[in-house]
């Protein structure tokens, strides 16, 4: 097992004291930085950084980093929130880090779906019923992971399933 334990610390944003989210910056207590490309390949992260090791990714509507001495995971809800996503990507990272011998390295960064493919399957009525203003700032939420399919009231049964199809490409799950 690499990643053994972490220290976990919390912020508010500092711009925007009136936000209702923290920030949190897990402390690795041991370093992960060799795991860091092959839990890239494993997990296709939306950003990769070579030196020094970063992968970041989009998920659930969540910008989460993950540097060799340190986690970072933004507009989280509360510490349980972030013990669950630091749970999860600490099996990963373990996970990757035990398989590295089956996986090969990934130095890049994953493709990310594209908001004008989402939005050519979605009502364009910008009916409001999904919480946004728009179809357009709906797909641009589910292009990050912060949307999902059924998250569109207005959705088409055919359109439903090319769009499940189309975001399954995409790994937006933990």
Not at 22 to 43: F, K, M
Not at 125 to 152: S, Y
Request: with cysteine; aromatic share 8%; hydrophobic share 40%.
């Amino acid at each position: 097992m690499l990643l053994k334990s972490y220290r976990m610390e919390f912020t508010n944003v500092a711009c925007r004291p009136e936000a209702q989210s923290l920030h949190c910056i897990a402390h690795l207590e041991q370093d992960v930085g060799a795991a860091i490309p092959y839990l890239n390949a494993v997990l296709g992260g939306s950003i990769y950084v070579r030196e020094p090791p970063a992968v970041t990714f989009r998920s659930q509507g969540k910008l989460i980093t993950v540097h060799a001495d340190r986690i970072a995971i933004n507009a989280i809800k509360d510490p349980a929130e972030a013990e669950r996503i630091l749970s999860w990507l600490q099996r990963e990272i373990n996970e990757a880090w035990t398989k590295r011998g089956e996986i090969t390295p990934s130095f890049t960064a994953a493709p990310r779906p594209q908001v004008m493919e989402i939005v050519k399957l979605l009502p364009k009525t910008n009916c409001g019923r999904c919480g946004q203003p728009t179809c357009m700032v709906f797909a641009a939420l589910a292009a990050e992971g912060g949307k999902g399919i059924d998250d569109c009231p207005e959705l088409a049964p055919e359109n439903r399933h090319k769009l499940r199809d189309y975001l399954g490409r995409f790994r937006f799950d933990w």
